[in-house]
């Protein structure tokens, strides 16, 4: 059992969340009525996740997208209104972690995608505030075969553009909406960069820089690493843990 602040300031810690001026607030975004002994984890903090997580009588939320995100309306009406309502009248604390959690090097984003495609030699670079990270198959591989080997361990049909190579040899990578990084990746000399979704752009672009570019998924490349802090901060603190996979193809 937990207080939900003494939770969020081991996170802060942990995930050293001070480090980014980031898209939304980190850490607690809705404080609850109890301790935390039930903690439910998920990408997105959805209807349909606070729902599943009241199912489980849960006491925390912990999630990679949370909400208040910057330019959008704070107004809690609408969809947002009825989230809030079903959120407090459990009484439960919704705790979401953005870019720290993309780049910590044990259960961030990136570091769980390189573990999941058994990637060799992952680690982040020094671009990009270690959102942006590199490493190389265990063998080259083709475009195909990189294709196939993505799509197989995400479980989504990953998408190849641009310039295709002979052989992969070395990776760069950022989850999510990472696919601006793209020229930060080509400086690396990579021959492939992959991320979640792919932009109008990300086509030329790959073309032109003269690499291959992979998108597997916004929702596919960022399930890991929640799930991988909500095993952590149960490990840590005796709490029943649950992560949730509410399915999105985006």
């Known amino acids: 059992m937990i207080e939900p602040r003494a939770l969020v300031e081991y996170c802060d810690r942990f995930l050293e969340a001070a480090r980014f001026a980031d898209y939304a607030p980190n850490g607690l975004q809705v404080e609850g009525e109890r301790p935390i002994r039930r903690l439910v984890s998920g990408v997105s903090a959805s209807a349909a996740l606070i729902e599943a997580a009241i199912a489980e009588r849960a006491d925390a939320i912990l999630v990679h997208h949370g909400w208040f995100w910057k330019n959008e309306n704070p107004c809690l009406v609408g969809m947002k209104g009825r989230r809030a309502r079903t959120l407090l009248s459990a009484g439960a604390s919704l705790v979401a972690y953005h870019l720290p959690l993309d780049a910590h090097p044990e259960v961030g984003n990136n570091a769980t995608l390189g ?13 990009a505030n270690g959102l942006l990270w590199a490493g190389r198959p265990p063998e080259p591989l083709s475009v195909d075969q990189l294709v196939e080997h993505v799509t197989g361990r995400l479980g989504r049909r990953a998408i190849p553009v641009g310039y295709e190579r002979g052989r992969i040899e070395r990776i760069a990578w950022c989850t999510g909406g990472g696919q601006g990084y793209i020229e930060q990746a080509a400086e690396l000399g990579v021959d492939a960069f992959l991320s979640g979704e792919l932009s109008e752009q990300t086509m030329h672009q790959a073309r032109e820089l003269g690499l291959c570019y992979v ?22 603190f005796g709490l029943w843990h649950r992560f949730v996979e509410i399915d999105n193809p985006a």
């Open 215 to 236: 998108s597997a998924g916004h929702h596919a490349t960022e399930r890991y690493g929640i799930e991988a802090l909500g095993v952590h901060l149960a490990e840590s």
């Open 115 to 127: 573990r999941r495609l058994g990637l060799l030699d992952a680690e982040p670079t020094a671009l």
